[in-house]
Nanobody, 119 residues
Framework: QVQLVESGGGLVQPGGSLRLSCAAS????????MGWYRQAPGKQRELVARVTSGGSTGYADSVKGRFTISRDPAKNTVYLQMSSLKPEDTAVYYCNVLVRSALRTADYWGKGTLVTVPS
């Protein structure tokens, strides 16, 4: 079993910054990819950013140039540095990882962390 612990959400004024963290622990051989999704009230969950074990990254058009995803393989942790935050970035942010262990490959989700940017 794998556990994901997210942190870093909160209330931030427009133009501000936040850094989200997601640490994975448990039965892990490898993790690839690691990513962040978000779900705003009344909307579907959407991919925000993803990073592979090779360091390749991808971003939603709405966050390009403002958000940066990174990972620390030694800590099985993925980060999302968010800058120039806008009210439309308000959402619950979820960590998502694909984990390979000795017995299985499975997709895991964090419980979510709320980011609020008031208008």
């Amino acid at each position: 079993q794998v556990q994901l612990v997210e942190s870093g959400g909160g209330l931030v004024q427009p133009g501000g910054s936040l850094r989200l963290s997601c640490a994975a622990s448990g039965s892990i051989s490898s993790i690839n990819p690691m990513g962040w999704y978000r779900q705003a009230p009344g909307k579907q969950r959407e991919l925000v950013a993803r990073v592979t074990s090779g360091g390749s990254t991808g971003y939603a058009d709405s966050v390009k140039g403002r958000f940066t995803i990174s990972r620390d393989p030694a800590k099985n942790t993925v980060y999302l540095q968010m800058s120039s935050l806008k009210p439309e970035d308000t959402a619950v942010y979820y960590c998502n990882v694909l984990v390979r262990s000795a017995l299985r490959t499975a997709d895991y989700w964090g419980k979510g962390t709320l980011v609020t940017v008031p208008s």
